[in-house]
């Protein structure tokens, strides 16, 4: 077995292959010297600890003397600085990790060579049964195969350099400078008793403003050390070779080609931020080390190795990518209150939350809360929100769900129990699927409509009954028009497929199929957008007259307002189209009819795609103007979605991965957002709302599968404030039902007789 790369994945592999099958012949090549490494400092988990303790104790028998443990972070801003405890950390030297891992290998027959260059790859692979590549982010064995591997390196945004300095910090410390250049951070960490990690980050344009592109190594440690003296008490900084660099995410499509197989770094990486580097590559060296022992064939090893690392490494990097975007975009988070700020910090990567950080820190939590302005045991999930004339009681929003089950256009029944039973499960507001404004503005047959005065009427229904069984939730009406997405057929009968029969003519910004070789929509007319317009403002009449308390426009999704919005699907020539101001006008005539005939003391909310996941399409600087116009023109709230505008978008899912879009526009617009996207738990919305990345949390799939999520989440949170009221049928089931005896139901066993005792 051969190995490229002496880092920690790359010997820990090593050691474990040997220790495995001791007739294994493992030969390790590292070009540089033993002691020559990057970085200063490793942190290692309690999981990884405990790992490496069951995969070799001795390995972790050696660790533990080198291991400094604390439990604190600090957050250091504007002068003030707070501490969140336990989060139990470990670290130690990366030269003493090495030194133990050089010393597990030699004793366990693994031939060492370091100061020499491995073989050529394509020799490797003829000549050894299995080639580990452990060579790093820049990894000459990937580069290699880079046609089998299909790698993909993406730069990022910031610079940063690593350095140490000769003391212990007493806690993990982020500190923030805010300078004449911008805003720059610093991430310090204790890794010995007499020495710490300081990474300092900052913009590649604060960078250079700050002049930090000048070639003087010195002179950037010695500034470095002037801008976090305080932190520092006033210390020297040290480099070992440090340089300026960006930061690189490394996905590769594929991690084995044949016999080789990528390992670490070399295979993906996962932002500093996080801490998770060393972590992920010694996790991967256990995984492909018990994989080998499991298999009977390197085949078969190698794919169940991937196939187990895979998912878990892609949810670090979207952990990792989070933390480094919150980072990348640390001037707009600034401005926080600063517990806020620091409650923010913590939770970035979206692995800590609310209820992680209650458990660590209940008093830093308290703090943060009370900051906020949560009444004492009210979480933030349940305080009120103000929009307009409209009080919410809570944050919680029932996502717009469409039904598909509307005959002509009216609400029935399903419609009446569906929102109705979410509506006495206690969320602050219920929307409506998107309604549409007139029978061509469906999307599919059993699409909702608010065009007749019939379906009018069976909308006050559903409101008369929400208004009077659940008193203090609110009811509000999506309006929208379906556009070149239109005259499909309902979503479980084929989503997005044209209708086998009894098609209806699409209109859209530009005559563009949805989908290739979809229908063609004619391209809409002055005389066409005023027809348009009139009918929502009609429909906005209906509803206002249907008793709805709130009503959205919907400008995302790629429906018809949606299409004039974005650069992909309006191709116009005339003042409706070419610049954003331009295909901003047609949805702003709509929002401005539509306000006008609304209750002026009645919220009116936008939904937008704040990106299209799309070469070429609006992307989250667009958004944030869009919502700008829109909040300038008497919008109370953006409700901030993203995609589903092309038919060829490549999402990047993930847990509550659309709500940094709601973020920037909360910061950057100055008005209240609606979050969305795959918030999935109450701790979610409470981390969301307490950060200060939301106003409003708007959940769709977890109340199809709970009606009563909001007050199951009161109940498991122990609240039973105005935030989440049980209506009086109900209360009974306010707790939960008891799901067997309390006690152990077998026979009592007899004491057991301690021979010899005293």
């Given at each position: 077995?051969?190995?490229?790369?002496?880092?920690?994945?790359?010997?820990?592999?090593?050691?474990?292959?040997?220790?495995?099958?001791?007739?294994?012949?493992?030969?390790?090549?590292?070009?540089?010297?033993?002691?020559?490494?990057?970085?200063?400092?490793?942190?290692?988990?309690?999981?990884?600890?405990?790992?490496?303790?069951?995969?070799?104790?001795?390995?972790?028998?050696?660790?533990?003397?080198?291991?400094?443990?604390?439990?604190?972070?600090?957050?250091?801003?504007?002068?003030?600085?707070?501490?969140?405890?336990?989060?139990?950390?470990?670290?130690?030297?990366?030269?003493?990790?090495?030194?133990?891992?050089?010393?597990?290998?030699?004793?366990?027959?693994?031939?060492?060579?370091?100061?020499?260059?491995?073989?050529?790859?394509?020799?490797?692979?003829?000549?050894?049964?299995?080639?580990?590549?452990?060579?790093?982010?820049?990894?000459?064995?990937?580069?290699?195969?880079?046609?089998?591997?299909?790698?993909?390196?993406?730069?990022?945004?910031?610079?940063?350099?690593?350095?140490?300095?000769?003391?212990?910090?007493?806690?993990?410390?982020?500190?923030?400078?805010?300078?004449?250049?911008?805003?720059?951070?610093?991430?310090?960490?204790?890794?010995?008793?007499?020495?710490?990690?300081?990474?300092?980050?900052?913009?590649?344009?604060?960078w250079r403003a700050a002049g930090f592109d000048a070639p003087d190594p010195a002179a950037s440690v010695e500034r470095c050390a002037a801008l976090f003296a305080d932190a520092l008490g006033g210390r020297p900084l040290r480099s070992h070779r440090s340089a300026w660099t960006t930061f690189r995410t490394v996905v590769n499509e594929r991690w084995s080609h044949g016999n080789t197989v990528l390992l670490g770094d070399a295979?993906?990486?996962?932002?500093?931020?996080?801490?998770?580097?060393?972590?992920?590559?010694?996790?991967?060296?256990?995984?492909?080390?018990?994989?080998?022992?499991?298999?009977?064939?390197?085949?078969?090893?190698?794919?169940?190795?991937?196939?187990?690392?895979?998912?878990?490494?892609?949810?670090?990097?979207?952990?990792?990518?989070?933390?480094?975007?919150?980072?990348?975009?640390?001037?707009?988070?600034?401005?926080?209150?600063?517990?806020?700020f620091a409650f923010d910090l913590l939770t970035r990567s979206r692995r800590v939350t609310h209820g992680n950080l209650r458990l660590r820190d209940p008093a830093f939590t308290g703090s943060v809360e009370r900051e906020f302005g949560c009444p004492d045991g009210t979480p933030p999930m349940f305080t009120p929100f103000r929009l307009r004339g409209l009080t919410l009681r809570n944050r919680v929003v029932v996502s717009p769900?469409?039904?598909?089950?509307?005959?002509?256009?009216?609400?029935?029944?399903?419609?009446?129990?569906?929102?109705?039973?979410?509506?006495?499960?206690?969320?602050?507001?219920?929307?409506?699927?998107?309604?549409?404004?007139?029978?061509?503005?469906?999307?599919?047959?059993?699409?909702?409509?608010?065009?007749?005065?019939?379906?009018?009427?069976?909308?006050?229904?559903?409101?008369?009954?929400?208004?009077e069984n659940a008193p203090g939730t609110a009811i509000g009406v999506q309006l929208g028009h379906s556009g070149r997405k239109g005259s499909t057929r309902r979503m479980w009968e084929g989503m997005d497929e044209p209708l086998p029969e009894g098609n209806w003519p699409l209109s859209a910004a530009s005559p563009l199929p949805y989908r290739p070789g979809g229908a063609v929509p004619r391209e809409l007319t002055r005389a066409?957008?005023?027809?348009?317009?009139?009918?929502?403002?009609?429909?906005?009449?209906?509803?206002?007259?249907?008793?709805?308390?709130?009503?959205?426009?919907?400008?995302?999704?790629?429906?018809?307002?949606?299409?004039?919005?974005?650069?992909?699907?309006?191709?116009?020539?005339?003042?409706?189209?070419?610049?954003?101001?331009?295909?901003?006008?047609?949805?702003?005539?709509?929002?401005?009819?539509?306000?006008?005939?609304?209750?002026?003391?009645?919220?009116?909310?936008?939904?937008?795609?704040?990106?299209?996941?799309?070469?070429?399409?609006?992307?989250?600087?667009?958004?944030?103007?869009?919502?700008?116009?829109?909040?300038?023109?008497?919008?109370?709230?953006?409700?901030?979605?993203?995609?589903?505008?092309?038919?060829?978008?490549?999402?990047?899912?993930?847990?509550?991965?659309?709500?940094?879009?709601?973020?920037?526009?909360?910061?950057?617009?100055?008005?209240?957002?609606?979050?969305?996207?795959?918030?999935?738990?109450?701790?979610?919305?409470?981390?969301?709302?307490?950060?200060?990345?939301?106003?409003?949390?708007?959940?769709?799939?977890?109340?199809?599968?709970?009606?009563?999520?909001?007050?199951?989440?009161?109940?498991?949170?122990?609240?039973?404030?105005?935030?989440?009221?049980?209506?009086?049928?109900?209360?009974?089931?306010?707790?939960?039902?008891?799901?067997?005896?309390?006690?152990?139901?077998?026979?009592?066993?007899?004491?057991?007789?301690?021979?010899?005792?005293?």
């Amino acid at each position: 077995m051969a190995i490229t790369g002496g880092g920690p994945g790359g010997l820990y592999a090593a050691a474990l292959l040997k220790r495995l099958a001791p007739d294994r012949e493992v030969t390790l090549w590292e070009r540089n010297p033993p002691d020559d490494t990057f970085g200063f400092g490793v942190v290692l988990s309690d999981e990884t600890l405990g790992g490496i303790a069951d995969a070799d104790p001795e390995i972790r028998a050696a660790l533990d003397p080198a291991l400094v443990r604390w439990d604190d972070i600090d957050i250091v801003h504007r002068g003030v600085r707070h501490t969140c405890g336990g989060h139990a950390f470990a670290a130690l030297a990366r030269r003493r990790l090495l030194r133990i891992l050089h010393t597990r290998c030699r004793s366990l027959g693994v031939d060492l060579r370091f100061g020499a260059p491995a073989p050529d790859p394509a020799r490797l692979a003829r000549s050894y049964d299995l080639v580990v590549a452990a060579d790093g982010v820049h990894s000459a064995v990937r580069a290699a195969h880079a046609p089998a591997f299909r790698p993909r390196l993406t730069p990022h945004r910031c610079r940063y350099i690593w350095l140490a300095a000769d003391f212990a910090l007493d806690a993990f410390r982020f500190e923030i400078a805010e300078t004449g250049a911008g805003v720059m951070q610093l991430h310090a960490y204790p890794y010995a008793p007499d020495a710490s990690t300081a990474i300092v980050e900052m913009r590649e344009e604060v960078w250079r403003a700050a002049g930090f592109d000048a070639p003087d190594p010195a002179a950037s440690v010695e500034r470095c050390a002037a801008l976090f003296a305080d932190a520092l008490g006033g210390r020297p900084l040290r480099s070992h070779r440090s340089a300026w660099t960006t930061f690189r995410t490394v996905v590769n499509e594929r991690w084995s080609h044949g016999n080789t197989v990528l390992l670490g770094d070399a295979a993906h990486t996962a932002h500093f931020s996080i801490g998770s580097g060393t972590k992920l590559a010694v996790e991967d060296a256990l995984a492909l080390a018990a994989c080998l022992d499991e298999h009977p064939t390197v085949p078969a090893a190698l794919a169940a190795y991937e196939e187990e690392r895979r998912p878990v490494v892609a949810s670090a990097q979207r952990a990792a990518g989070a933390s480094r975007e919150w980072f990348e975009d640390l001037e707009r988070h600034v401005a926080r209150r600063p517990r806020q700020f620091a409650f923010d910090l913590l939770t970035r990567s979206r692995r800590v939350t609310h209820g992680n950080l209650r458990l660590r820190d209940p008093a830093f939590t308290g703090s943060v809360e009370r900051e906020f302005g949560c009444p004492d045991g009210t979480p933030p999930m349940f305080t009120p929100f103000r929009l307009r004339g409209l009080t919410l009681r809570n944050r919680v929003v029932v996502s717009p769900m469409d039904m598909y089950s509307a005959t002509d256009g009216v609400p029935g029944d399903l419609h009446l129990v569906h929102l109705g039973a979410r509506a006495l499960g206690g969320a602050g507001l219920v929307m409506t699927e998107m309604v549409c404004v007139s029978p061509e503005g469906r999307i599919t047959p059993g699409c909702a409509g608010l065009y007749t005065e019939h379906q009018g009427r069976a909308w006050r229904r559903i409101t008369r009954f929400v208004h009077e069984n659940a008193p203090g939730t609110a009811i509000g009406v999506q309006l929208g028009h379906s556009g070149r997405k239109g005259s499909t057929r309902r979503m479980w009968e084929g989503m997005d497929e044209p209708l086998p029969e009894g098609n209806w003519p699409l209109s859209a910004a530009s005559p563009l199929p949805y989908r290739p070789g979809g229908a063609v929509p004619r391209e809409l007319t002055r005389a066409g957008l005023t027809a348009i317009r009139e009918r929502f403002t009609e429909a906005a009449a209906r509803a206002a007259r249907a008793g709805f308390d709130l009503l959205e426009l919907h400008c995302a999704h790629g429906y018809l307002l949606s299409g004039f919005l974005s650069p992909l699907t309006n191709h116009r020539t005339d003042a409706y189209g070419g610049s954003p101001e331009r295909r901003l006008r047609f949805p702003l005539e709509v929002f401005d009819a539509v306000r006008e005939v609304w209750p002026g003391d009645r919220p009116m909310t936008v939904r937008v795609s704040a990106t299209d996941w799309a070469e070429g399409g609006i992307r989250a600087e667009d958004a944030v103007a869009v919502a700008r116009a829109f909040a300038a023109h008497g919008a109370d709230a953006i409700d901030v979605s993203t995609g589903q505008v092309v038919s060829d978008e490549r999402p990047e899912f993930g847990r509550s991965y659309q709500t940094p879009y709601a973020d920037r526009i909360r910061a950057e617009a100055g008005v209240p957002v609606i979050a969305v996207g795959a918030i999935s738990s109450w701790d979610d919305v409470n981390s969301l709302i307490l950060a200060g990345r939301a106003d409003l949390c708007a959940l769709g799939r977890p109340h199809l599968y709970d009606p009563q999520w909001t007050l199951h989440a009161a109940a498991e949170q122990g609240y039973a404030g105005p935030g989440a009221v049980w209506p009086a049928p109900y209360r009974a089931g306010s707790r939960p039902p008891r799901t067997g005896r309390p006690g152990p139901t077998g026979p009592r066993s007899a004491p057991h007789r301690v021979q010899g005792g005293g």
